[in-house]
């Protein structure tokens, strides 16, 4: 096995044991035979604080996904995420080191949960679980006490910078304001679509990795529903994206469409937050041209000079930019960062090679990782996208 391999190793599991832990995850958030569910979503803190949220929700039956299920099949799976029962008024407790915290429910379902520590954290561990207890909710049904375990992650003192990405056609490819289209174009209802960021993953786990032999935290940013958070948590797991919390919003839902937040206002305060919460720690940026982020992470970068060690900005109008381009990257030059306008992973890779946020011996394995994701597409995403020479 050649070095660079044994390098991202370093930030994997053995196949047998990566897929164990995907089933047994997937069977804990699909609660099946649970009529009302816990459902912690990947937190963050500090070595002094942890910050938590999640939701408490009536089972809507999600079925776990396979290789080979129907159009339809995935298409009612998203219908029951989106058509959730949320519990309001339910009463929660966190227990971590022996404490007991407790929290209530808002009107949709939704906990915030703030732990100071008694004692700071010890530098080594990453990863932390802090477990749920459900204790009762309006209209309580005896014998129901959930218990479920949340997890957040905590940058250790010596990582060498935190990753903040845009999902939506960065990671892959999304439209979240069309029910069909966004079930066709990101998921459809499974975890083997295809990413349109070809070699994405092998980016990511590069980035992680950094070049410091540490672990570098990655935030997740995305207009998508809370809803969909199963989805794209196990989604990451099967393609083997880097797992970190995830910032996503609580639409409003009308008959026919969803009602968003600002698109710009989510993102700014998401990564604002962060940039506070790690006052020491610098950050790169990935997003793509298509939803403003260029302006965002500007206005970013403007806010927080020193900051942002880099912004890539994935090209999404085959070059329809470049002028502009060139004039972010000359004020974020001004402001001490760099902002690229990248047309593949490779060319952002080169980049963070260069620049001392990868290692060398990565980059063949992003370039193979690439080449893979831009194979045929599978039987139904042809069908999906209406490729009549998939029936033939």
Same mark, same amino acid.
């Given at each position: 096995?050649?070095?660079?391999?044994?390098?991202?190793?370093?930030?994997? =599991?053995?196949?047998?044991?990566?897929?164990?832990?995907?089933?047994?995850?997937?069977?804990?958030?699909?609660? *099946?035979?649970?009529?009302?569910?816990?459902?912690?979503?990947?937190?963050?803190?500090?070595?002094?604080?942890?910050?938590?949220?999640?939701?408490?929700?009536?089972?809507?039956?999600?079925?776990?996904?396979?290789?080979?299920?129907?159009?339809?099949?995935?298409?009612?799976?998203?219908?029951?995420?989106?058509?959730?029962?949320?519990?309001?008024?339910?009463?929660? *407790?966190?227990?971590?080191?022996?404490? =007991?915290?407790?929290?209530?429910? =808002?009107? %949709?379902?939704?906990?915030?949960?703030?732990?100071?520590?008694?004692?700071?954290?010890?530098?080594?561990?990453?990863?932390?679980?802090?477990?749920?207890?459900?204790?009762?909710?309006?209209?309580?049904?005896?014998?129901?006490?959930?218990?479920?375990?949340?997890?957040?992650?905590?940058?250790?003192?010596?990582? !060498?910078?935190?990753?903040?990405?845009?999902?939506?056609?960065?990671?892959?490819?999304?439209?979240?304001?069309?029910?069909?289209?966004?079930?066709?174009?990101?998921?459809?209802?499974?975890?083997?679509?295809?990413?349109?960021?070809?070699?994405?993953?092998?980016?990511?786990?590069?980035?992680? #990795?950094?070049?410091?032999?540490?672990?570098?935290?990655?935030?997740?940013?995305?207009?998508?529903?809370?809803?969909?958070?199963?989805?794209?948590?196990?989604?990451?797991?099967? *393609?083997?994206?880097?797992?970190?919390?995830?910032?996503?919003? =609580?639409?409003?839902?009308?008959?026919?469409?969803?009602?968003?937040?600002?698109?710009?206002?989510?993102?700014?305060?998401?990564?604002?937050?962060?940039?506070?919460?790690?006052?020491?720690?610098?950050?790169? #940026?990935?997003?793509?041209?298509? !939803?403003?982020?260029? %302006?965002?992470?500007?206005?970013?970068?403007? !806010?927080?000079?020193?900051?942002?060690?880099?912004?890539?900005? *994935?090209?999404?109008?085959?070059?329809?930019?470049?002028?502009?381009?060139?004039?972010?990257?000359?004020?974020?030059?001004?402001?001490?960062?760099?902002?690229?306008?990248?047309?593949?992973?490779?060319?952002?890779?080169?980049?963070?090679?260069?620049?001392?946020?990868?290692?060398?011996?990565?980059?063949?394995?992003?370039?193979?990782?690439? %080449?893979?994701?831009? %194979?045929?597409?599978?039987?139904?995403?042809?069908?999906?996208?209406?490729?009549?020479?998939?029936?033939?």
């Amino acid at each position: 096995m050649t070095h660079w391999k044994d390098i991202l190793m370093h930030l994997a =599991d053995n196949v047998e044991e990566h897929f164990d832990t995907l089933t047994h995850g997937l069977n804990k958030r699909l609660r *099946r035979g649970q009529p009302i569910c816990i459902v912690p979503y990947i937190g963050f803190g500090t070595r002094d604080t942890f910050y938590l949220k999640g939701r408490v929700l009536k089972d809507s039956g999600v079925t776990s996904a396979e290789d080979n299920d129907s159009i339809w099949e995935n298409l009612l799976n998203m219908y029951r995420r989106i058509n959730t029962a949320e519990i309001a008024g339910a009463r929660l *407790r966190a227990n971590f080191g022996g404490q =007991d915290y407790e929290v209530t429910t =808002d009107n %949709e379902g939704y906990y915030h949960l703030e732990i100071p520590l008694a004692e700071p954290l010890p530098p080594g561990p990453v990863w932390y679980d802090i477990d749920f207890e459900l204790l009762d909710y309006p209209n309580w049904e005896a014998g129901q006490h959930p218990i479920e375990t949340a997890r957040a992650v905590v940058p250790p003192v010596n990582a !060498q910078f935190g990753v903040i990405s845009d999902i939506d056609d960065t990671v892959l490819q999304t439209d979240v304001l069309h029910v069909l289209n966004m079930a066709r174009n990101v998921f459809l209802g499974n975890s083997h679509t295809r990413l349109p960021f070809e070699g994405v993953a092998a980016f990511y786990r590069a980035l992680q #990795l950094g070049t410091q032999s540490s672990f570098n935290p990655i935030f997740y940013l995305s207009s998508s529903a809370w809803n969909l958070y199963d989805l794209l948590v196990d989604f990451f797991e099967v *393609r083997e994206i880097p797992t970190g919390p995830l910032m996503l919003v =609580d639409y409003g839902i009308t008959s026919d469409q969803f009602i968003t937040p600002g698109h710009h206002a989510h993102k700014s305060m998401h990564i604002q937050t962060l940039l506070d919460r790690y006052p020491d720690l610098p950050f790169i #940026l990935i997003g793509d041209s298509g !939803q403003k982020d260029p %302006e965002i992470y500007l206005e970013i970068i403007r !806010q927080n000079p020193g900051r942002i060690l880099t912004a890539y900005i *994935r090209d999404v109008r085959a070059g329809e930019i470049r002028i502009e381009a060139a004039a972010w990257a000359d004020e974020a030059q001004a402001a001490g960062s760099d902002m690229l306008l990248v047309e593949d992973t490779e060319a952002a890779a080169q980049h963070a090679a260069e620049h001392g946020y990868i290692l060398w011996e990565t980059k063949p394995m992003i370039a193979e990782e690439r %080449e893979a994701d831009k %194979e045929a597409p599978t039987l139904i995403e042809q069908l999906v996208k209406g490729d009549d020479s998939a029936s033939e």
